[in-house]
Every structure is written in structure tokens, then in C-alpha cells.
């Protein structure tokens, strides 16, 4: 210990190990390159094509009616609004389950082997893959109820496939509400469904809302049920109970069908990009929502 | 706002400089570009709004129309078609949700049982409207003029013939090198009406090689299935030695070699005269304005292209509402004028013959 | 059951303003504001909140049942009037009279594809968790990180028509030489002729996975205990010798729980796989990567347009049920193998 020399001397690592460590480091670089070369080759593709289209102030402003694959114009206004409408139905009946089911885990049955046992079954849910709980709301809903497909439907099967993860999420966020918090409420008396509405949720509200949102951004990217559930429309449609309704998945699924010269196919990745700014935006939302909250609690 | 006028001005002056070039490509056509001009005179065009709904194949056929019927009434009417397939398009018609039905096939009994009852007790036509020729499509590198006929074709569908040296498809192409590349066939992997058509085909003209029974989904052996029209037209582009069906808009939009089919006397070329004729040789089932037709794979007629889908309108005689029913007609006797039939061509599809188009325009000009 | 509850939010709200005019501080005290006014709702509240979130509990419970029974229900009537073995055979044959199906090949060509995925996957993820969390500076490390969670934002859709224009044929003159150099073995033997094989979809499930293995990946190495990483430094240890001894056992059933769940997402991965893999209708089944085929999700996506009858119907939903069962398995051991983690 007395000198340094003595010291590199003992932990200096030598040839091999040395070299193995170098390897190791190289490998461990590469393959943060090969991770990151898909995203940004997919980007380029979607944006240097999608780019032009969405540039225009139809694009936002108008539906496909009055143009077809073979006429520029028109925009994607229908498909935007049916996203936003399907993923709204669908945020509407996942939340209050989702949120009052984290709250069954947490506060009610938190460590009881019940809470084991549908802690199971949220992560069985969140591996479901969207085309079963697309088939189990066509089994559910139309074949056995007789309904037709509708947006609703569809918004139904994006229930089962969002409910998990904002579940998991609020999970989280009760978890970390401080124990002392709920004793002080109890001890001054408040009733614990009060503690848990007016105490618990409101300290995890940031991070229930990031889950919300996280879970949104997962939904309006699905294609596979809006395939089985709701057909495609040009125009725009707002009933909820309309078995037409445009989304950008399958608006996208619609011009990839047409030859790549045509007009109609430019807005295939005019559509991608617009969804991909779509769940990206939600993903940044979720992270600013997150650190104003973490913000606040300062 | 003037970005978007100017986008759509630009757009039209596009789709006219197209359709005069398919005028002057086809002598069948000539005299359209005089009537374009005096068409919109005869349109009625009453404001409102009517909504179709049902096959995918027409589409695009009466997508085209419904904007440039929008052209010719300046916006009058909104008119929708959703393309969700027959038999959706029947059954919302049929409960009275959609105004008229796009169909691949006309209506069966039942079905027409139940669109009397949404007719008010009126008779639904069926209305033959938009004509799509099936295209044999190849990629064969110097090859420029291939000759299959339906025995070959239902050999090479079912793994019986996998070169393109075969001595069978040799015969058809005297003077043509052949190379002797595996022939790589590609088919739809959905089910489609496409693949049933190709089937109905195959099983009229070659019943002793293609033994299967139609169908949606594909019956041959061998080969690759792709998803949708696009996906065969691509992989055939891609692929060199390949071979696949498609309806005639992918072929042409891909700049894909269509093979010339030897009905019996000689190679019939796809064009919209050789599928005119095919359509002339069909017989008409229906009775009266009910144009419903059976056409004949099989035709020898000199010069018709057998492998043809038609697709209908299916409309209400009378009993439809009022308003409704004047914007269904004047749409439709747009769709059936020279003018309406002759845009379809650069579509890639074919026009209906004189004489079966000036039977559905007539029977357009009795709906009530 | 949310009804039942907001006028109640509401009211506290109302009074909390009453109570004090400047906003709370905190919503503990906001609900302290007025504690005993409400108190004579607090038993019949506390009942009704209680049972909700018991129902809500309920309804994640029954909804799991529920899907596994209701395709049995409705796919019932199809398997008995299938004529093959189901579970064996590898024909298809639904849209006739005569029912024919089995899944003998789907299954294969699904698990081929997403273990295959998987097998690429993992690596890189695990390398990207480990250059995240303890090669660059933390800051750069968020960053990274955020890239590759993009990669969970692109929609399958895209990934898919990606797969089969861009990717599939980038990739063709490597299976060229692959199929030339090593077609004696069977998994590199001739397959299709176009690149729309199954390696092509594996190589994009892998992508589609990578950003959920990698990002529990990072959590479990980022958990690592600090003594134990830095105990192995003190010993001498270079980075790769403390990272093998400290983070990797630490994180390993992280990891394989990770991974199992990446390979649930990627057996039911539907419409990229649907775009990119072409059918063959060769009989019996497929082992070569080259070769195309069809997964559950795929044959499903690929035919719903058609459900016209409820015999077809049901002949799909029984595959959709395969495909349920398979994935519950698999998530039901990635379950298992993360709850054997160490606990930080």
C-alpha cells in the first residue's frame, strides 16, 4: 500500500483479461449500434416519403372524400379522429378498471394470496395477443350477441390490451405512496375509501397519468383488431356505433394495396408518420407528465 | 384554402390529360372526348347524399367515378362507397343502411326475397357495372409476348408444368426462347374473389387438370401466397421466372408482361375489346331490367378474353326515398354513359360493350 | 362504479376551498380540511370503494376465463366436424363442406419464427442494458435508452411493409450465399424464392422485441446492488470480470423473464408477420428458415375479411385458442422466473 506502482502492479488486469475486457467493451458498443440502426433506417424511410404529405394543410383539414388513389388531395382527417375516438372509448372503460384494480392489489389485498392470484392474471392479460382479443371480442360480441362490427367493438378488444398496462402502472405508482401518508389520514379519522380518493390517488395522479398515456400510445398503434372489427372508411365517420370508421392503421393497411406510383400510396406513409408523431407525442406527454410530477414533489 | 384549390385544380387537369391519353390509345373509345363535353348537360345533378357499400373489387372503378361524377355536378351530392366486401354490401342493403350494394356476384334467391321487402316490395336489379379482367402476369427476362391457354395454366397452378422450357408452353410460343427457369408461381394468400374467379376459370376450361373445387382461397399446388393484389403484383416485379394472377389494374400500374391466352383459334391479347367480346358472348339471366349475367369461360369466340369478373350495382327498381333515388339514378346514369365507362379503361378496367351498356342505361332511366 | 364515487371527489373539493381559500399544500390536507363532516358516508363509502375494487378485480379475473372460454365455446362445433387430427395434421381446408384443419404447421412456423427472434434478440438487448446502465455516462445512458423505446412506437403496420420492401430485399443476397454455403443442413435449406421467408419475419420480430427486453434488461441490471459491484472492483476485477460476477447473476432471471415475455410478444405478433411471410401450400411441414409458411396470428389477420360462415369462423378461433393457450403458457414462466428474482 505503500506505493503506487505496487498497487497497479496487483490490480492492473493483464493479457488475457485485458483482452477479453476490450472485447467484451467492443461487443457491448456494437450492439447499442445494431439496436439503434433499425429505428433510425425505418425513420428515414417513413419520413423522407411520409414527409411531403403531411406538409399540407389538407392533410389535416380534410377526409379522402372526393379524391381516389389516382387523385392527389383529400387528407387523413377521418383516419386521426378515429384513432382518437377508438383509443378515447377504449381510455374510458380501461381506466376506472384498471385504476380500481391497482387499488384492490395495493390497498385491499396487498401480500393475500388473492392478490398473488390476480396479479397472475394481469400479467397473463398483458401477454394476450391483440389478434386473440380481437377473436374474443368476434366470438363475444358478434358471433354469439349477434351485434355488427362496429368502432365500439373494436375499441372493446383494445380494452383487454390496455387495461394491463395501465394497471401495472398505477400498481406501481400506489406502491410508492408512503405507508406514513394513509396512517396520518386514518389517524385523523378519514375513512379509508376517502384516504385512498383524497390522499392516495391524488400523490400517485402523475404516474396513474404517465400509465394512462404509456397505454393510450400502445393502443392507437394496433392494427390487427381494427382489422377484425371495424371496416375502413374514406369519409369521415363519427358514430361510435358505425360498423365504418378510419384509423391511420387501417388506412395505412388500405394503400399499401394500390401500385407504389399512384398517389394513394404517398399517403400510406403520410398516414405511418402521422401515427408514428402520434405515439411518439403521447410517449413524450407521458415523460413530461412524469417529471412534472416528480417536480412537484419537491 | 388556395393551396388546396390549386392542388385540386392540378389534380383534375392530371385525371383529363389521363383519360384523353387511354382515348387515343383504344379505337373502341373514340367520339368520348365529343361527349365528355355534352355530358354534363344531361346530368340532373340533385344535391344530397347517398352511401353504397360492398365489393372491393370495383373499388376503384367507382371511387374514379363517384370524383369525377363530383367534378361534373361540381359537389352537388355527397356520395360514399365503402368497399367491405359483397356480402356485407348485400346485408346492409338488404336492412335498409346503404342506398344500393356493390357486388361480385347478383343477388340469389333469398337474397332477393329480402330486397324486395326493403324495396317495398319493388324488385332489386342487378345491374352490371364495372367489368375487371383477371391478368396472368409474368417476369420473364426477354420475353415480350408470352402465349398460356387455360390447360397450361391450370398444369402450372397445380405443380404439373414447372419450367418455362416446358414443351406445353413451348407449343404456344413458337420462335420464343424459352429459358429453363423454374417457374415460380405466385398466388393470393387471403381469400379473395380474385382467387374464386381464377378457380371458376381454371375449373370451366380445364376441368381435368384443375380438380378442385372454386373457392376463395387458393387450391394449386406449389408456389407462394402473398397477402393482397399488391403483394402478388410486387413479388412477381421482384422476382424474376415468376408467374401470378391479379386483376388487370395491378398488372398495368406494376408495368408488368401480361400473358396473351390461346382460347382454341388464336393468342387473345387483354384489351377492353377482347373483353368486350368476351362479355357480348355472355347470356343474361335476369328478366327485363334485371341484367344479371352468366358468362361463358369457355367461349371460342375469336377474339374475347375469357378470364373476366363482373361486378354489379344492385338497386332498388322503385320504392327507394325520393331524394335518394334521384342522386342513385343520375349517378348511375353517369356511370353507365360512354363517358363514365370509357374513364375506366385507364383504370384497368374494361368498358361495358355498346350493347350491354346502353341495356344498363336504359334500365338506369326506369329506376322509380 | 366510478360514478358512484366522483360526486364524492367533488364535494371534497368544494369543501377543501371552503376551508381554506389558498390552494392546499398537499392533498392530505386537503382531505383533513373536513374530516368529520363526511364522517356518517365513511362506512357505507368505505363498502361500496371496497367492492368496486373488489369487482374490478373480478373483471381482470373473468376476463382471462372468459377469453378462453368463449373461443372454446364458439370453436366447438367447428373441431367436431373437423376430419384430421387437429392438433397433428398440417392441411387447411375450411371453405367447403367438408372441414379439414390442423395446426401442426402454424404452430411450427410460429414458434420457429419467434424463438428464432428471440435467439437474435436477446444479445443485443442484453448488450444494450449493460452499455446503458454501466458503460456510458448516465445521462447518455437515458438517451440511448429513449432511442431504442422509440422502437416500441413504431406501429407493427410499418414495421411490416419495412420488412417485406425494404428490409427483406436487403437481406437477399445474404440468404443466397447462406442457402448456398449451408443448405445441407436442414434449417438453411432451399426454401421460397422471394425473401418474404421465415428468417425475414424473425429478423423483424426481433426488432419489434428488442425494446421491451432491453428495457426490462436495464431495469435489473440498473438494481444491481452497489456493494456487490463495488466489492468486485475492489478485488481487482475488470468491468467485463465485475459485470459477469456481479450484474449477471444478479440480473439473470430478470433477464430470462424478460425474454420469455419478448418471445410471448413476438409468437402473437400478427400483421407484420402477415405482410411479410409468404404462404406455401406444400404439404407436411417447413423446418428451413428459407421457406415461407404461416403463424396463428398471421392465418388468422390474413382471413378475417372472410368469416362468412360459423363453421369457418370457428375453425380460426380454434387456432386463435392454440395461440391463447401458448401464450399463457409462456407468460405464466416468465411469471414464474421473475418471481425468483433476488429481492434489491
Not at chain 2, 252 to 263: P, Y
Not at chain 2, 279 to 295: H, P, R, S, V, Y
Not at chain 3, 33 to 50: E, K, M
Not at chain 3, 244 to 262: D, H, K, N, Q
Amino acid at each position: 500500500m505503500s506505493a503506487p506502482t505496487t498497487m497497479s502492479s496487483l490490480t492492473a488486469p493483464r493479457g488475457s483479461r485485458r483482452v477479453t475486457d476490450v472485447v467484451v467493451r467492443g461487443l457491448v458498443y456494437l450492439s447499442g449500434v445494431i439496436a439503434v440502426v433499425p429505428l433510425v433506417w425505418i425513420l428515414i424511410t417513413i419520413i423522407s416519403k411520409g414527409l411531403p404529405v403531411i406538409l399540407s394543410a389538407a392533410w389535416w383539414t380534410q377526409d379522402l372524400a372526393g379524391t381516389t388513389d389516382r387523385r392527389a388531395g383529400g387528407g387523413a382527417l377521418h383516419a386521426i379522429i378515429g384513432t382518437l375516438e377508438i383509443g378515447l372509448i377504449t381510455a374510458v372503460v380501461a381506466v376506472p378498471i384498471a385504476v380500481l384494480g391497482a387499488i384492490f392489489l395495493i390497498e385491499y389485498a396487498r401480500g393475500t394470496r388473492l392478490a398473488r392470484g390476480v396479479s397472475f392474471m394481469v400479467d397473463i392479460l398483458s401477454g394476450i395477443p391483440s389478434i386473440v382479443a380481437a377473436l374474443f371480442v368476434f366470438a363475444f360480441l358478434i358471433t354469439i350477441l349477434h351485434f355488427d362490427r362496429s368502432a365500439i367493438a373494436a375499441a372493446l378488444s383494445l380494452v383487454l390490451l390496455m387495461l394491463p398496462t395501465v394497471l401495472r402502472s398505477t400498481e406501481e405508482m400506489l406502491k410508492l405512496v408512503p405507508d406514513s401518508l394513509r396512517e396520518a389520514a386514518y389517524a385523523l379519522g378519514i375513512p379509508k375509501w376517502r384516504t385512498i380518493l383524497t390522499v392516495v390517488i391524488p400523490t400517485a395522479f402523475s404516474g396513474i397519468a404517465t400509465g394512462v398515456v404509456l397505454g393510450l400510445a400502445r393502443v392507437m398503434g394496433e392494427t390487427a383488431p381494427l382489422l377484425i372489427l371495424v371496416a375502413y372508411a374514406r369519409n369521415l365517420y363519427l358514430s361510435p356505433t358505425s360498423d365504418t370508421m378510419a384509423t391511420l392503421p387501417t388506412m395505412i393497411n388500405t394503400g399499401r394495396d394500390v401500385a407504389e406510383t399512384l398517389a394513394g400510396y404517398d399517403r400510406v406513409w403520410g398516414a405511418a408518420l402521422t401515427l408514428i408523431l402520434l405515439v411518439m407525442g403521447l410517449n413524450l406527454l407521458a415523460r413530461w407528465i412524469a417529471r412534472a410530477g416528480r417536480l412537484k414533489d419537491r | 384554402m388556395t393551396m388546396t384549390v390549386k392542388s385540386k385544380l392540378a389534380a383534375a387537369a392530371a385525371l383529363s390529360a389521363l383519360s384523353l391519353a387511354a382515348c387515343s390509345s383504344t379505337s373502341a373509345t373514340t367520339g368520348s372526348t365529343a361527349a365528355s363535353s355534352a355530358a354534363p348537360a344531361a346530368l340532373a345533378c340533385p344535391a344530397g347524399q347517398i352511401t353504397a357499400e360492398g365489393s372491393s373489387a370495383q373499388s376503384n372503378a367507382i371511387q374514379e367515378a363517384i370524383a369525377a361524377y363530383n367534378d361534373a355536378c361540381k359537389n352537388k351530392a355527397k356520395i360514399e362507397y365503402n368497399p367491405t366486401g359483397s356480402g356485407a354490401g348485400i346485408k346492409n342493403f338488404n336492412a335498409g343502411l346503404v342506398d344500393f350494394a356493390g357486388s361480385d356476384s347478383s343477388l340469389k334467391t333469398d337474397e332477393a326475397t329480402a330486397a324486395k321487402a326493403r324495396c317495398k316490395t319493388n324488385d332489386a336489379w342487378n345491374l352490371p357495372m364495372v367489368v375487371g379482367p383477371i391478368a396472368f402476369s409474368y417476369n420473364l427476362k426477354g420475353v415480350d409476348k408470352l402465349v398460356l391457354n387455360a390447360d397450361v395454366l391450370a398444369k402450372i397452378f397445380q405443380g404439373q408444368i414447372t419450367t418455362w422450357n416446358d414443351p406445353a408452353i413451348a407449343a404456344l410460343n413458337s420462335g420464343v426462347s424459352l429459358p429453363s427457369d423454374k417457374i415460380v408461381v405466385f398466388y393470393r394468400s387471403d381469400e379473395s374473389g380474385t382467387t374464386e374467379n381464377v378457380s371458376k376459370y381454371l375449373k370451366a376450361t380445364a376441368p381435368s387438370v384443375w380438380t378442385p373445387d372454386t373457392s376463395k382461397a387458393w387450391k394449386g399446388v406449389g408456389g407462394e401466397g402473398k397477402n393482397k393484389s399488391s403483394g402478388v403484383a410486387e413479388a412477381v416485379k421482384a422476382t424474376s421466372g415468376s408467374l401470378g394472377y391479379m386483376e388487370w389494374s395491378y398488372a398495368r400500374d406494376n408495368k408488368l408482361g401480361i400473358a396473351q391466352i390461346n382460347t382454341g383459334s388464336a393468342a387473345v391479347e387483354l384489351n377492353s375489346g377482347s373483353v368486350g367480346k368476351a362479355l357480348e358472348a355472355a347470356t343474361i339471366t335476369g328478366t327485363g331490367n334485371d341484367l344479371a349475367l352468366k358468362l361463358d369461360y369457355a367461349t371460342k369466340a375469336a377474339g374475347a378474353y375469357p378470364a373476366v369478373l363482373v361486378t354489379y350495382e344492385i338497386v332498388c327498381s322503385a320504392g327507394l326515398d325520393t331524394a335518394k333515388s334521384a342522386i342513385v339514378k343520375d349517378f348511375l346514369s353517369y356511370f353507365a354513359s360512354q363517358e363514365g365507362q370509357a374513364g375506366l379503361e385507364s383504370l384497368g378496367y374494361a368498358p361495358l360493350p355498346t350493347s350491354l351498356r346502353t341495356k344498363v342505361a336504359s334500365a338506369v332511366q326506369a329506376i322509380k | 362504479m366510478a360514478d358512484e364515487s366522483s360526486p364524492a371527489v367533488e364535494t371534497t373539493d368544494e369543501t377543501s376551498t371552503l376551508a381554506s381559500p389558498t390552494s392546499p399544500r398537499s392533498p392530505l390536507e386537503a382531505a383533513v380540511s373536513s374530516p368529520l363532516q363526511l364522517d356518517h358516508v365513511g362506512h357505507a363509502g368505505d363498502n361500496s370503494f371496497r367492492g368496486a375494487a373488489y369487482a374490478a378485480a373480478f373483471v381482470v379475473v373473468a376476463l382471462v376465463a372468459f377469453v378462453g372460454v368463449f373461443l372454446a365455446v364458439i370453436a366447438w362445433p367447428s373441431l367436431s366436424r373437423n376430419t384430421v387430427p387437429f392438433l397433428t395434421s398440417t392441411v387447411w381446408n375450411v371453405s367447403g363442406t367438408e372441414m379439414a384443419f390442423g395446426i401442426a404447421g402454424l404452430l411450427w412456423t410460429t414458434v420457429l419464427s419467434s424463438v428464432v427472434a428471440m435467439i437474435l434478440a436477446v444479445p443485443i438487448a442484453v448488450g444494450t442494458a449493460l452499455l446503458v446502465t454501466h458503460y456510458v455516462p448516465p445521462k447518455l445512458g437515458s438517451i440511448i435508452g429513449f432511442v431504442i423505446d422509440l422502437l416500441a412506437a413504431v406501429p407493427s403496420i410499418i414495421f411490416g411493409l419495412w420488412g417485406l420492401k425494404v428490409l427483406g430485399p436487403a437481406l437477399g443476397p445474404l440468404y443466397d450465399w447462406l442457402q448456398r454455403t449451408l443448405g445441407w443442413i436442414p434449417l438453411f435449406s432451399k426454401g421460397v424464392d422471394s425473401t418474404g421467408n421465415v428468417l425475414t419475419a424473425s429478423v423483424v420480430l426481433a426488432i419489434m422485441i428488442l425494446p421491451i427486453v432491453s428495457a426490462m434488461s436495464r431495469d435489473v441490471f440498473r438494481q444491481t446492488p452497489p456493494d456487490h459491484i463495488e466489492a468486485a472492483l475492489a478485488l481487482g476485477a475488470t468491468k467485463w470480470e465485475m459485470i459477469r460476477t456481479a450484474v449477471i447473476p444478479y440480473g439473470r432471471s430478470g433477464v430470462i423473464a424478460a425474454s420469455m415475455l419478448g418471445l410471448g410478444r413476438a409468437l402473437g405478433e400478427t400483421v407484420a408477420v402477415m405482410i411479410i411471410l409468404s404462404q406455401t401450400n406444400t404439404p407436411g411441414i417447413n423446418v428451413s428458415l428459407f421457406s415461407g409458411g404461416e403463424t396463428f396470428a398471421s392465418k388468422i389477420a390474413n382471413n378475417a375479411a372472410e368469416f362468412d360462415s360459423p363453421a369457418k369462423t370457428g375453425a380460426y378461433i380454434a387456432a386463435g385458442l392454440v395461440l391463447f393457450l401458448v401464450t399463457f403458457a409462456v407468460n405464466a414462466i416468465a411469471r414464474l422466473v421473475a418471481d425468483r428474482r433476488p429481492r434489491s
